[in-house]
């Protein structure tokens, strides 16, 4: 379920774009500062904004230019004033859309729809982009399975590619032995800790040239293990 944020300060209208939202499946949360939907929508997860430009606190033109600086989250701007200036201004500092007072719900959805749509779109394009992981001559491709080190392909078993990926989605994160296990075999998994380090020890003679010295997999004595960028 898609969650979206509404920074508005006008309560009748904000309540009105939620109801309309909600009845097409949205998840909806509402705030009419912008200070505070400036903080939400940086420390929260959310699919979409719409973005009052008139706001108290902070106006809208500033909480997009914000966002923009960390996020591409879609940015759906709305606004009273009918001049072009306003308008060029908001795409300008990064909004995706603009849609003037007052608008039809119905509208709304549509807009919010398309964007929807068209962000869905953009990330699908861009995980399809990073189907593969290389570092330092190491080549996991994710759609064939295959583990390629300095053009020689390594014979993984289907834990230890598991494994590998893992720790190189997540490069220099320290992961204990105990969350390697559940993760990878799962918590009703016959077995222990210990499996975890016999298939790291497998895992290094197949992909490090010097197994005793590894490029790669680190060992964090009395911890775990990490995936060394």
């Known amino acids: 379920m898609k969650s979206i944020l509404i920074i508005e300060d006008e309560k009748a209208i904000a309540e009105l774009e ?14 009419g500062r912008g200070d505070i939907g ?3 929508a940086l420390e929260e997860q959310y699919d979409l904004i719409v973005l009052d430009v008139m706001l108290p606190k902070i106006d809208g033109f500033e909480i997009c230019r914000q966002i923009r600086q960390t996020s591409n989250i879609p940015i ?12 060029i201004r908001g795409l300008g500092l ?9 608008f039809s719900p119905s509208e709304l959805v549509a807009r919010v729809k398309a964007h929807l749509a068209r962000y869905e779109r953009l990330t699908a ?23 390629m080190i300095h053009e020689k392909e390594a014979m993984l078993t289907s834990k230890e590619y598991e494994l590998l990926l893992l720790l190189a989605s997540h ?18 998994s016959n077995g222990d800790a210990a499996t975890v380090t016999v298939h790291i020890r497998r895992l290094r003679e197949k992909i490090e040239h010097d197994p005793s010295n590894p490029q790669y997999i680190d060992t964090i004595w009395g911890v775990g293990y990490r995936f060394k960028v």
């Open 76 to 87: 759906l701007m709305v606004t009273a004033k009918k001049e072009d200036i306003d308008k």
């Open 94 to 102: 990064g909004a995706d859309d603009y849609i003037t007072k007052p």
């Open 171 to 188: 490069p220099n994160r320290v992961f204990e032995k105990e969350e390697l296990f559940e993760r990878i075999w799962g918590v009703d």
């Open 38 to 40: 400036l903080k939400k």
């Open 18 to 31: 939620r109801d309309y939202l909600e009845s097409y499946g949205y998840t909806v949360e509402l705030e």
């Open 125 to 147: 394009d861009k995980a399809e982009r990073d189907e593969s992981i290389r570092i330092r001559g190491l080549v996991i491709d994710k759609p064939s399975r295959r583990v």
